[in-house]
C-alpha cells in the first residue's frame, strides 16, 4: 500500500516540499478539532509555526492541517504537533453584532469577516426556512462558527473539502442508519465498553427566570415542579435540577427540561475499539470507519451487538501500519458543563420555534408630552405570533427635561437598565399565568421631569418589535 507523504504549503498554498516523516499518527474527530503528530529525522526541510502542511492515510487527503509546535533537540527527531486548519479562523474577528439569517447565510456572514479568504460556505444540510438569530460579542470566527452550531438540534456536525481553493466548509445532517461494521472475526483486534451513570438523570427540576413570584418553574403548567423520563421505571429515580435566567415562561422550561432527560435519561457509553480499516483492500464502504458514522459491532463472544456513532479515529501509525485505527464510539456528541449544555438546550428549543416561519421587525415611534406625575404613555399590541424575539426601546427627553423613571407594564426599570436611552423590555413584560408575554395591550410609561414637576416635556420613543411571523400556507 503507497501512502502519500505530507506536502508542505506555502501561503499561495502551493507544495514547497515532501517531508518523509519516521512516523505520522492523527487523530481525527467529529465535534472537535483534528490533530497530528509528526515525528521528522534530523536534516528535514524547517516546519516553521503555523505553516500548512497537508496530511495523507491510505485513503488520500486526510485534510490541511497547521503547526502548532516544533520540538528540536540536536541530533535526535523533531516533533511537530499541528492542528487541523480550520483553526485558521482564529486568527480572524467577528465584531459584536446581531443577525437574523437562514443556517446558510448566518455561516457565509461568518467566512466573509476572515482576514485572509481560506474558507467558503459549501453545501449546509440544515433545512432552509430555518430561521436562526445571532448575537455575540467581539469574537473569533472559530468561536462564533462554533457557538452557531451549537444552536442547531444535536445531529448537525462540520465537514470540509480541501481539494478545493478556497476551501469548501459543509454543515452535514449525521445519520443514524447504520454505516460500518465490526466483528472479531473479521476486523477488530480489541473491544472495552465503558458505562457511567455520573451525568444520569431520569428526573429534573427546572427553574427558569427570577419572577416576582420565585422562579419560573413548571407548576402552572403540569401542577408540580419535576418532569420525569419514562426511563424511571426501569433505572430508578435519579434526581437532577438546573436554573436557567434565560427562560420566562414554562413552556419553553418544559421543552429544556424535555431535552435534557432525553439526552440523560441514559447512562453514557463509550466504547474504545481497535481495529483494521480493510476498506483500502476490499473496496467496501462497511470496512471503512470514519467520524461521524453509525458502526454497528456485532460482539456474539460478549453477547452483545451494539450501534453507536463514531466519534473519534485514531490512526497511532499511518505509514509504519497502515489501517490499524483506534476508535471511539459514544452515544452522546457533546461533553459541556452543566450551564453551557442548558444554555446550549435553551438556543435549540428557541431556534425550535422559528422553524417555518418569517422574521419581522414592527417599528413603533410616539412623540408625546407629559410631567413627573403625568408620564407619557407609549401603547404596543403583543399578537399571536410563533414568537417574540424581542421588544427593544429606544427613547430620549427634550434638553430642558431629564428623565427620571421609566416604567414596562406594572414594573418600574432599575435607572442602571435604561440610563443610556435604549434597553430591552422583554424581562418586564406582562406575563401570563404561564410565564408566556401576554397577549394584547402593553404599555411603557416615562417620567420626564423639567424646571419643576409640573413642567410638561417631550420624551420622543421607539419601539422596535423582531418577532416571528407563522407562515401562511
Given at each position: 500500500m503507497t501512502i502519500r507523504l505530507p506536502r508542505l504549503l506555502d501561503e499561495g498554498l502551493r507544495e514547497v516540499c515532501r517531508l518523509s516523516p519516521v512516523r505520522l499518527s492523527?487523530?481525527?474527530?467529529?465535534?472537535?478539532?483534528?490533530?497530528?503528530?509528526?515525528?521528522?529525522?534530523?536534516?528535514?526541510?524547517e516546519t516553521p509555526l503555523r505553516a500548512l502542511i497537508?496530511?495523507?492515510?491510505?485513503?488520500?487527503s486526510a485534510g490541511v492541517f497547521r503547526v502548532k509546535e516544533v520540538s528540536d533537540t540536536l541530533g535526535h527527531l523533531r516533533k511537530v504537533t499541528l492542528e487541523h486548519s480550520l483553526c485558521t479562523l482564529r486568527d480572524s474577528m467577528l465584531p459584536a453584532q446581531g443577525f437574523t439569517d437562514s443556517v446558510r447565510g448566518a455561516i457565509a456572514r461568518i467566512l466573509d469577516c476572515q482576514e485572509l479568504p481560506l474558507w467558503t460556505v459549501g453545501e449546509v444540510e440544515a433545512p432552509e426556512d430555518l430561521t436562526i438569530v445571532f448575537s455575540t460579542e467581539y469574537a473569533d470566527l472559530l468561536r462564533a462558527l462554533e457557538a452557531l452550531v451549537g444552536m442547531l438540534p444535536e445531529g448537525y456536525a462540520l465537514d470540509f473539502d480541501q481539494s478545493v481553493t478556497p476551501w469548501l466548509l459543509h454543515l452535514r445532517q449525521l445519520t443514524d442508519a447504520p454505516f460500518c461494521e465490526g466483528r472479531l472475526s473479521r476486523n477488530l483486534q480489541s473491544v472495552r465498553v465503558d458505562?457511567?451513570?455520573?451525568?444520569?438523570?431520569?428526573r429534573v427540576y427546572p427553574f427558569g427566570a427570577e419572577v416576582d413570584t420565585g422562579r419560573v418553574s413548571l407548576v402552572p403548567l403540569t401542577g408540580r415542579d419535576y418532569e420525569q423520563s419514562e426511563a424511571a421505571a426501569a433505572l430508578g429515580v435519579v434526581s437532577r435540577t438546573f436554573e436557567n435566567d434565560k427562560i420566562f415562561d414554562a413552556p419553553t422550561l418544559q421543552d429544556v427540561a424535555r431535552l435534557y432527560l432525553a439526552?440523560?435519561?441514559?447512562p453514557e457509553v463509550t466504547i474504545t475499539v481497535s481495529a483494521a480499516d480493510l476498506s483500502a483492500a476490499t473496496g467496501e464502504a462497511v470496512d471503512r470507519f470514519r467520524p461521524g458514522r453509525m458502526c454497528r459491532l456485532c460482539l456474539p463472544?460478549?453477547?452483545m451487538t451494539l450501534l453507536e456513532r463514531i466519534i473519534a479515529v485514531h490512526r497511532p501509525d499511518v505509514y509504519g501500519a497502515p489501517g490499524q485505527v483506534q476508535l471511539t464510539l459514544a452515544n452522546y456528541l457533546r461533553q459541556l458543563s452543566e450551564s453551557a449544555e442548558v444554555d446550549e438546550l435553551v438556543r435549540q428549543v428557541t431556534t425550535g420555534k422559528l422553524l417555518g416561519g418569517k422574521m419581522t421587525e414592527i417599528v413603533l415611534k410616539n412623540r408625546a408630552y407629559g410631567a413627573l406625575y403625568s408620564p407619557v404613555v407609549h401603547y404596543f399590541d403583543i399578537e399571536d405570533w410563533a414568537a417574540v424575539l424581542d421588544v427593544h426601546v429606544h427613547f430620549s427627553v427634550d434638553r430642558n427635561a431629564t428623565m427620571r423613571s421609566v416604567r414596562v407594564d406594572a414594573t418600574y426599570i432599575d435607572n442602571e437598565v435604561w440610563k443610556t436611552g435604549s434597553f430591552s423590555a422583554m424581562p418586564y413584560l406582562q406575563r401570563n399565568d404561564l410565564g408566556q408575554?401576554?397577549?394584547g395591550q402593553h404599555k411603557l410609561l416615562f417620567y420626564p421631569y423639567g424646571s419643576s414637576a409640573d413642567d410638561e416635556c417631550g420624551v420622543n420613543s421607539e419601539i422596535t418589535l423582531t418577532v416571528i411571523t407563522n407562515t401562511v400556507t
Open positions: 492523527l487523530t481525527q474527530r467529529l465535534m472537535n478539532r483534528s490533530t497530528a503528530e509528526l515525528l521528522l529525522p534530523p536534516g528535514s526541510p497537508e496530511l495523507y492515510d491510505e485513503h488520500g458505562r457511567r451513570s455520573n451525568r444520569l438523570c431520569t439526552r440523560h435519561a441514559a463472544e460478549m453477547g408575554i401576554a397577549r
